[in-house]
Nanobody
Framework: QVQLVESGGGLVQPGGSLRLSCAAS???????IGWYRQAPGKERELVAE???????NYGDSVKGRFTISRDNAKNTVYLQMNSLKFEDTAVYYC???????????WGQGTQVTVSS
């Protein structure tokens, strides 16, 4: 069992920045890890993901504004969010896909609110 703990959420003004972190209790090496978000009344959607080999994939709405990165030594993934918009307001969840077991793990979520 792997626990994922997100941090870094909060309240920010439009145009501002936040950096989310997700620390895993186990190794993330060679596994895909990423971020999803869910706004009230909407389905959970992909924000960004990064494979074990370092390939990244972003949701269309965040391309050019958000950057995902990983530190395998720290078992941590980061999401740098710049130029935040009102519509980025959501609960952000960390997701780890373990290749060996084909199991998905989710964090508890961290709230990001963009408001003036």
């Amino acid at each position: 069992q792997v626990q994922l703990v997100e941090s870094g959420g909060g309240l920010v003004q439009p145009g501002g920045s936040l950096r989310l972190s997700c620390a895993a209790s186990g190794s993330i090496f060679m596994n895909a890890i990423g971020w999803y978000r869910q706004a009230p009344g909407k389905e959970r959607e992909l924000v960004a993901e990064i494979t074990g080999g370092g390939t990244t994939n972003y949701g269309d709405s965040v391309k050019g504004r958000f950057t995902i990165s990983r530190d395998n030594a720290k078992n941590t993934v980061y999401l740098q969010m710049n130029s935040l918009k009102f519509e980025d307001t959501a609960v952000y969840y960390c997701n780890l896909f373990v290749i060996m077991t084909h199991r998905n793990y989710w964090g508890q979520g961290t709230q990001v609110t963009v408001s003036s």
